[in-house]
T-cell receptor, first 110, second 113 residues
Framework: RKEVEQDPGPFNVPEGATVAFNCTYS??????FFWYRQDCRKEPKLLMS???SGNEDGRFTAQLNRASQYISLLIRDSKLSDSATYLC???????????FGKGTKLSVKP | ETGVTQTPRHLVMGMTNKKSLKCEQH?????MYWYKQSAKKPLELMFV???????ENNSVPSRFSPECPNSSHLFLHLHTLQPEDSALYLC???FGTGGYEQYFGPGTRLTVT
């Protein structure tokens, strides 16, 4: 099993749609979880941390399921500007460095 | 945004050249990283520095040589590269190693001819 696994997509959705991405991780000792966003030919940028209790930032909601070792990202009311690749990031064990998934590509169409 | 800067932004070099990539962070962080991102591949961690000490070297060929003179600056010295080394090289920093969130510079797009 890969350390961090994501559906590469692409997810093609219309503006205003709700879209959800899932990510699975293999190391049950992982303690830190993030979603990053990467635009084409740009650097990854931190979108949000993922907490055990789940967290929300505007139209974005992240959830963590430790028992099943997966993380999700929900985007409501999609905007054209949400088009990007979304990277699931998990640390390698309780003190390990971050491991980046290959990313899920989202394309929001008018 | 000027949290993490990288120079140059673009670099074309021949296989016999020697060049250096520079990274500077203005966030007061203690850890710095070099990553390689090839087309359609995930980020590959190359080197990790914590308080100017190299703490991780992920089986990177010796033609890549990192240097961290202080906690704000990180260099990647390049020599006798191969065409397959063409990629986006990203620098990142974080408060500490382990599970802290990392902040990236804009990257250097390297082409080896």
């Amino acid at each position: 099993r890969k350390e961090v696994e994501q559906d590469p997509g692409p997810f093609n959705v219309p503006e205003g749609a709700t879209v959800a991405f899932n990510c699975t991780y293999s190391n049950s000792a992982s303690q830190s979880f993030f979603w990053y966003r990467q635009d084409c030919r740009k650097e990854p940028k931190l979108l949000m941390s993922v907490y055990s209790s789940g967290n929300e930032d505007g139209r974005f909601t992240a959830q963590l399921n430790r028992a099943s070792q997966y993380i999700s990202l929900l985007i409501r009311d999609s905007k054209l500007s949400d088009s990007a690749t979304y990277l699931c990031v998990v640390n390698a064990g309780s003190q390990g460095n971050l491991i980046f998934g290959k990313g899920t590509k989202l394309s929001v169409k008018p | 945004e000027t949290g993490v800067t990288q120079t140059p932004r673009h670099l074309v070099m021949g296989m016999t050249n020697k060049k250096s990539l520079k990274c500077e962070q203005h966030l007061g962080h203690n850890a710095m990283y070099w990553y390689k991102q090839s087309a359609k591949k995930p980020l590959e961690l190359m080197f990790v520095y914590s308080l100017e000490e190299r703490v991780e070297n992920n089986s990177v060929p010796s033609r890549f040589s990192p240097e961290c003179p202080n906690s704000s600056h990180l260099f990647l010295h390049l020599h006798t590269l191969q065409p397959e080394d063409s990629a986006l090289y990203l620098c990142a920093s974080s408060f500490g190693t382990g599970g802290y969130e990392q902040y990236f510079g804009p990257g250097t797009r390297l082409t080896v001819t």
